[in-house]
C-alpha cells in the first residue's frame, strides 16, 4: 500500500530542485564477472519566476539554469569496492558521501552542507563592524540622544515623536540577508573488516557560519529600546572517536569513546545604544545617562567526553539479554565576560564593573556527570508467546563548585549594581544559580500472544522521578497499555492500541508547578486499517489521539513574601499555568492500479491541536473572594490543519514514455481564543464596543499562525536509449502565511523597538525545467 506522509507533503519541494530521490547507502549490485563499474548523472535545465521571499529556498537552493542535482561512481575489483555519490553539486546544500573498503580496512564519509536562509532583505540601523559588533553613526546617536533629553516630560516621548525623530535614520537603514550555513563532515575507518572483532575510528567536524537569526534585546538608559541585528554564527564542533567490539557465537561485547569540543569564535554580540553616544551614569528617565553599547553573551565554549560499553547474550527459545552503560562528563570553563560593558558603573567598593578583575570568579569550572544504564531482556519460550522487559537509568548530576554572588547588575543591565542578597530558596544569589540535577528510573514491560492472525499486546511502565532545585522534587509516572494487531496474508491489516499513563508531584508551590513536572493524566489512542479487497484497490484508515489533563492545579490565592496572606481564601476557578492539551489525527488514502501501466493514489488528513492556559493575578487580600482578584487571562489556543495529496503515473508507452503527476496542499488555520475578567486592570471601557461581552475586551486572535502550500509537478518522461532518459517538466509552488505577531513591514512598529522584518512571507513560483540521467 503505498501513502504520501505529511512530511513528504512539506518537504515534496525539493523535487523542484533534484527532481530525482535522494540515493541510500545501499549495497552494491551484484556484479556479473568478477569486475564491476556502474554510475549516473542528471543534468537540469531550469527556469523559474524569481522569488523574495526566502522561505522559497530556507533550507535548499534552486538553481536557474544548468545544474548536476546526481551523480553516482560506484566500483568493485578484486574485493576492493567504493562508492561516490553527489547531490546539488557545487550548491550550498551539496552533499557527498559513500564508501571504499580493501581487505581488512574500510571508510564511510559523508560530507553534507546545509542553507538556512532566515529573511532576505533585512534591515537594520547599525553595520557590522567586525564579528559580533553592531555599531551606528556616533554623530547621529549623539543627536537622536540630545533631541530625547530634551523632550519633557518624559510621556511626551510617544510614538509619532519617536516616528518623527527616527524617520531619516529609519530611511536609510542597511540592508541584510539573514542567512546561515552548516558544513558537516563526517569519517569513520575500519581497521578489522571481516575479522571477529572490530576497531574503528571516527572524526565527525561541522562548522556553522553566517548569521543564527535575527537577535538583540533590550538596551536600558534614558529610552528604553530593544533593538534587532543579525546574530553572528561562527562556531565549530568537532568529535574524535574509537569503537572496539567482539562477535561470538552467543553474543558479542562493545566499548566505545568519544571526545566533543565545541568552540565559539564570537564570544558576544555587541550593539550601539541609538540614544547614546559615550557612556554615563543613568539616573532616570528624566536626567541625562545609560550607556553607549549594550553586551549580549553567546553560547561559550564547552568538552564532553562519553564513555560507553555493554553486550548482548543469546540464549535459546529466542531469548536475548542486552545491557548498555554509558558515562558523560560535561564541562564548561570559558573566561566570564565583565559585569557590564558601560564604564559608567562601579561596583560599592569603587572597582570598575566593566573591568573582568572585578569580577568573583574568573569562569565557571561547570560540570555536570551523567550516567546511562539499559537492561533489556526479550524471549519467546513458546509458540506464539512474547515477553519483552526494560529497565533504564538516567542520572544527571550537576558537580559544579558554586559560590555566593554579593552583587552584579543583573537588577538593571548596563545602568547600575545591584547588591544579590541570598535567601535559603536562591543559597547562591540568584535561581539560575542553583544546582538543578535530575535522576530518572523507568522500567517498561511487554506480554504478546499471537491467536493466529491476531496478536494482543498488554505493557506497564513505571517511572520514578527526582530532581534538585524545582518545586516538584519528586514524583512517579506510572502507565498500562494494550494494543491488537490482526493481520491476513492478502486483504486486511488492522492495529489499534490505548495507552493510560499517571504523573504525580511531590513537593512545595502556591501558584502550580511548571508544564513539565506538573501532575499530568495522559490517554492515547490510535487505529490503523489498510484493506485491500481487489487487486487493483487499497483503501487505508488512520487515527491517533492524545488527550493531556494537568490535574490539582491550586487555585490562586493572594501572596505576600512568598507565603498566602493571612485571611486569604483560594478563588474558585483560578489555577494557573497549562490546563489541558489534545491532539487529534485523521488520515484516509486510497490506491488504485487499473492496469500494469497505470497507478493513482491519493489521501486525505486532518488534524486538530487544542491546548487551554490560564494566567490570574490578585490583588490585596480579602475574606471574601472574588473581590481579591485582579485579572484572569484564559486562552484557548488551537490549529486546525487539512492536508491533501495525489499522485498518477501512465506508462504511455512501456519502457518509453511515461508520465507523472503530484499535487499536494497542506493548510493550517490556527485560532487564539481570548477572555479576560470583566472587572480586571486589563479590562478597557473603551474595547466594549469593539469587543464581544463576556471577553473581558480581550479580543480573539484569528489569524494565529495561519499558513498554506500547495504544490504541483507534472513531468514527462522519454527513454532515448538504455542509457539515456530525457524528461520535461512543470511546477508550480504556492506558500502563504498569516500571524499577527509576526506581520507587517514596518522595522519600527512600536515604541521602542527595532525590528529587521526580513522577507520570509508568501509567494507564489513557476518552474519549467528539462532533465537528462545518464547510467552506464
Not at 39 to 64: C, H, I, M, Q, W
Not at 109 to 125: A, F, K, S, V
Not at 320 to 325: C, F, G, Q, T, V
Request: charged letters at 20%.
Amino acid at each position: 500500500m503505498k501513502r504520501i506522509t505529511l512530511v513528504t507533503v512539506l518537504l515534496a519541494c525539493g523535487f523542484l530542485a533534484a527532481g530525482t530521490p535522494l540515493f541510500a547507502q545501499t549495497a552494491a549490485p551484484e556484479p556479473s564477472s568478477n569486475n564491476w563499474f556502474t554510475g549516473k548523472a542528471t543534468l537540469l535545465l531550469l527556469g523559474r519566476d524569481d522569488v523574495e521571499s526566502s522561505k522559497f529556498e530556507e533550507y535548499r537552493v534552486v538553481p536557474k539554469g544548468v545544474s548536476m542535482p546526481v551523480f553516482t561512481l560506484q566500483g568493485s575489483q578484486d574485493g576492493k569496492d567504493f562508492a561516490l555519490f553527489g547531490q546539488n553539486v557545487s550548491q550550498k546544500d551539496q552533499r557527498y558521501f559513500g564508501y571504499a573498503s580493501a581487505g581488512w580496512f574500510g571508510v564511510t564519509y559523508d560530507y553534507n552542507q546545509i542553507p538556512h536562509n532566515m529573511g532576505n532583505n533585512g534591515r537594520t540601523l547599525f553595520a557590522e563592524t567586525s564579528p559580533g559588533v553592531w555599531n551606528m553613526d556616533a554623530t547621529a546617536r549623539k543627536a537622536l540622544g540630545d533631541a530625547v533629553d530634551a523632550t519633557l516630560p518624559a510621556t511626551a516621548r510617544t510614538y509619532p515623536f519617536y516616528a518623527n525623530l527616527l524617520a531619516p535614520t529609519i530611511a536609510a537603514a542597511n540592508s541584510l540577508d539573514i542567512s546561515g550555513l552548516r558544513q558537516r563532515g563526517d569519517v569513520k575507518f575500519d581497521l578489522t573488516q571481516g575479522l571477529p572483532f572490530d576497531v574503528s575510528f571516527s572524526y565527525m567536524r561541522e562548522v556553522k557560519t553566517g548569521f543564527r537569526g535575527a537577535s538583540g534585546g533590550d538596551i536600558l538608559g534614558v529610552v528604553t529600546s530593544a533593538v534587532d541585528v543579525g546574530e553572528t554564527m561562527n562556531e565549530v564542533t568537532t568529535d574524535y572517536g574509537v569503537r572496539g567490539a567482539y562477535n561470538f557465537k552467543a553474543g558479542n561485547v562493545y566499548a566505545a569513546f568519544n571526545r566533543n569540543i565545541y568552540n565559539d569564535r564570537v564570544d558576544a554580540l555587541v550593539i550601539d545604544n541609538p540614544f547614546r553616544a559615550t557612556d554615563l551614569a543613568y539616573v532616570s528617565t528624566s536626567v541625562p545617562g545609560g550607556p553607549a553599547q549594550a553586551r549580549f553573551s553567546t553560547s561559550p565554549d564547552n568538552e564532553a567526553s562519553r564513555i560507553a560499553f555493554g553486550g548482548m547474550l543469546k540464549f535459546a527459545g529466542q531469548t536475548r539479554l542486552i545491557a548498555d552503560m554509558a558515562f558523560n562528563t560535561w564541562t564548561q570553563d570559558a573566561a566570564f565576560l565583565p559585569y557590564t560593558i558601560n564604564s559608567a558603573i562601579f561596583s560599592p567598593s569603587g572597582a570598575p564593573a566593566n573591568s573582568v578583575s572585578t569580577l568573583q570568579q574568573k569562569s565557571l569550572a561547570g560540570k555536570y556527570e551523567t550516567t546511562s544504564v539499559m537492561l533489556t531482556f526479550s524471549s519467546r519460550p513458546v509458540r506464539g508467546l512474547g515477553i519483552r522487559a526494560r529497565y533504564r537509568l538516567y542520572d544527571q548530576q550537576n558537580k559544579t563548585n558554586m559560590w555566593v554572588i554579593t552583587g552584579d547588575v543583573s537588577g538593571s543591565p548596563d545602568r547600575s549594581w545591584s547588591v544579590v542578597t541570598p535567601t535559603p530558596d536562591v543559597p547562591f544569589g540568584h535561581a539560575t544559580a542553583n544546582p538543578y540535577s535530575n535522576k530518572t528510573s523507568r522500567f517498561e514491560g511487554q506480554v504478546s500472544y499471537d491467536f493466529g492472525d491476531l496478536t494482543v499486546e498488554g505493557g506497564v511502565r513505571a517511572a520514578n522521578l527526582e530532581r534538585t532545585s524545582r518545586e516538584a522534587t519528586s514524583g512517579d509516572e506510572n502507565a498500562w497499555s494494550l494494543a491488537a494487531i490482526y493481520r491476513t496474508s492478502d486483504w486486511l491489516s488492522f492495529r489499534a492500541f490505548y495507552d493510560d499513563a499517571e504523573r504525580t508531584a511531590e513537593g512545595h508551590t502556591i501558584y502550580g508547578f511548571q508544564a513539565d513536572e506538573a501532575e499530568r493524566e495522559t490517554t492515547k489512542a490510535g487505529v490503523n486499517v489498510e484493506i485491500t479487497p481487489l487487486p487493483t484497490f487499497g483503501f487505508g484508515f488512520s487515527y491517533f489521539r492524545r488527550n493531556d489533563d494537568y490535574t490539582n492545579r491550586p487555585d490562586r490565592i493572594a501572596v505576600s513574601n512568598g507565603a498566602p496572606v493571612p485571611g486569604a481564601l483560594p478563588i474558585p476557578g483560578t489555577p494557573s499555568g497549562l490546563l489541558e492539551a489534545s491532539y487529534d489525527t485523521y488520515t484516509v488514502d486510497v490506491a488504485f492500479t487499473p492496469n500494469e501501466r497505470a497507478e493513482i493514489s491519493a489521501y486525505y488528513t486532518y488534524e486538530k491541536n487544542a491546548s487551554t492556559n490560564q494566567w490570574s493575578t490578585t490583588t490585596a487580600a480579602t475574606a471574601t473572594p472574588p473581590l481579591s482578584l485582579n485579572n484572569l487571562l484564559n486562552y484557548k489556543g488551537s490549529d486546525r490543519g487539512d492536508t491533501f495529496g495525489a499522485t498518477a503515473k501512465f506508462d504511455i508507452v512501456p519502457e518509453k514514455w511515461t508520465f507523472s503527476f503530484t499535487a499536494q496542499s497542506q493548510k493550517i488555520d490556527g485560532l487564539m481564543d481570548i477572555t479576560a475578567n470583566e472587572t480586571g486592570s486589563f479590562y478597557n471601557p473603551g474595547r466594549t464596543t469593539l469587543i464581544p461581552a463576556g471577553q473581558g475586551g480581550a479580543a480573539d486572535i484569528l489569524d494565529y499562525d495561519d499558513t498554506k502550500l500547495t504544490t504541483i509537478v507534472a513531468d514527462l518522461a522519454y527513454a532515448v536509449a538504455k542509457a539515456w532518459t530525457l524528461s520535461v517538466g512543470y511546477a508550480y509552488e504556492e506558500y502563504s502565511h498569516a500571524d499577527a505577531f509576526s506581520d507587517g513591514t514596518s522595522i519600527f512598529p512600536q515604541s521602542v523597538l527595532f525590528f529587521m522584518k526580513g522577507n520570509d512571507g508568501g509567494y507564489k513560483v513557476n518552474l519549467a525545467y528539462a532533465k537528462l540521467n545518464y547510467r552506464f
